[in-house]
């Protein structure tokens, strides 16, 4: 008898991946000496953090740096930098580092997982993240470590590197974890070295390895003039760069608007700390997690924006999450042509497949789903809590681990079993995106019928 052999999709396998660190994250955070108070910290909290980090999230139940000690926060910490880059990567980066080749199967989770076309150059990619994923980090946390001793906090050298390193890697990889203090880093709101290279390290991770990679072609290796360079960048990466500043630079000017003489907020600062502040909520928003002040304090129509800014999130093929900026741009763009009267779309003077538009939005309103299904449950899990939450906080609160942001009103302290549980398959349904987990639970992905071999149907609309 022929035994029967189980092979993976690249979806399957990617999908497998994050629930094996989740589930080894797991047991290694209920140890009791990952824990301060030497006993275990209880399956649930154990669960639930392991699969924030793992999410890249940073939504907490427990204060970080008070219920983990060094060992659960270096757990915390791998967990945040396998979500980050993918535990693939790292197996593959493993690989290429003994000098082996890597199989058929690793080339097509890598392809899944960076979204990429062909299977081509797939051990070069994988290099280039290592290689801009150490650099970055490492840069950040040099200049973090500066910043923490410069701040008159009273740390230690070696307690600001090890702050320094835990915040630079958390920030690339849009975690939003810390491990200083109970108030995220508000402490440090008025740090202009600590908040921009912060910002830079999310906006970095945000982008996607792919236009990191073309945009470190266009400033190192080509003499031509700058306006050319730019016009020869992909049109992924011109899309992802514009709808980027654009989100960043909207966002600013609104939070701006709305906080300003908000007590809560922006209201008791000075006007460049103003500034600053409101433009860190920008892009912590997409995806990070980290806050410089209280997110309950923002105003009900700041919160709106908030969660608009939390379900966009980052850029493809990078460590934030949401639907991503080409997904919006792909939509608006339609909405445009649909305006206009075009048959088709055409953005920087190329055609868009009908196939992406299809597959944007269902990455849409799968997302959605998810948030609107999450909220409905957590309406009826949270309505005797002890915090009393508002539809809008459970909007925001869903929003915020679905998108892997990680901030919270001050909900999620307060969550219910049921909540944590429903908030955790929130986190890990938004780190792989609908899309992805469909497929990867869909088993039979072939013969299915093309379109062309159904009748047009007449159909009127709007």
């Not at 944007?360 to 449950?377: P, R």
Request: charged share 10%; aromatic share 8%.
């Amino acid at each position: 008898m022929r035994k029967r052999h189980w092979h993976l999709s690249a979806p399957q396998a990617i999908l497998v991946s994050f629930a094996a660190m989740i589930a080894l994250g797991t047991a290694l955070l209920a140890l009791p000496w990952a824990s301060q108070s030497g006993q275990s910290s209880g399956w649930l909290t154990a669960l639930f953090t392991a699969t924030s980090a793992s999410c890249v999230t940073g939504l907490v139940v427990v204060n970080t740096m008070q219920q983990w000690t060094l060992f659960g926060q270096l757990v915390i910490l791998g967990l945040i930098q396998l979500g980050g880059i993918g535990f693939i990567t790292v197996v593959t980066g493993s690989l290429l580092l003994f000098r082996r080749r890597i199989g058929l199967r690793q080339r097509l989770a890598i392809q899944t997982l960076f979204n990429q076309d062909s299977l081509g150059g797939m051990s070069k990619l994988v290099r280039q993240v290592l290689r801009y994923t150490v650099v970055i980090e490492s840069g950040g946390a040099v200049l973090l470590t500066v910043g923490l001793l410069t701040a008159n906090r009273g740390y230690t050298v070696g307690e600001a590197l090890w702050y320094g390193v835990f915040h630079a890697v958390s920030a690339f990889c849009n975690a939003g974890f810390d491990v200083i203090g109970q108030n995220s880093l508000a402490d440090f709101q008025d740090s202009w070295l600590i908040s921009l290279t912060v910002m830079a390290l999310i906006t970095l991770g945000g982008l996607g390895f792919p236009v990191l990679y073309e945009l470190k072609r266009m400033v190192k290796n080509d003499s031509r003039p700058l306006r050319r360079r730019v016009h020869h960048l992909s049109v992924n990466a011109k899309l992802v760069c514009l709808t980027s500043v654009l989100l960043t630079a909207t966002g600013t000017l609104l939070f701006a608007l709305l906080e300003w003489h908000q007590c809560g907020s922006l209201g008791r600062l000075t006007t460049p700390t103003k500034w600053l502040t409101a433009a860190f909520e920008a892009v912590t928003l997409r995806t990070a997690g980290f806050a410089t002040f209280d997110q309950g304090q923002l105003t009900p129509l700041s919160k709106l924006i908030a969660c608009g800014l939390m379900f966009i999130g980052g850029s493809p093929a990078g460590t934030a999450g949401g639907v991503k900026t080409i997904t919006l741009a792909l939509l608006v763009a339609a909405v445009v042509s649909g305006l206009r009267g075009h048959a088709g779309i055409v953005i920087f003077g190329r055609r868009i497949p009908l196939a992406l538009l299809q597959r944007a939005l269902a990455v849409f309103f799968a997302l959605f789903a998810v948030i609107a299904s999450a909220v409905l449950v957590l309406h009826f899990t949270e309505a005797n809590s002890v915090f009393r939450p508002q539809l809008l906080d459970l909007i925001f609160e869903a929003t915020s681990a679905t998108g892997t942001v990680g901030l919270t009103t001050g909900l999620t302290p307060y969550l219910s079993t049921a909540g944590k549980l429903t908030i955790a398959a929130c986190m890990f349904i938004g780190r792989l995106s609908p899309l992805t987990l469909a497929i990867a639970l869909n088993a039979r992905q072939s013969g299915a019928t093309h379109p062309a071999d159904y009748p047009a149907a007449t159909l009127f609309v709007g």
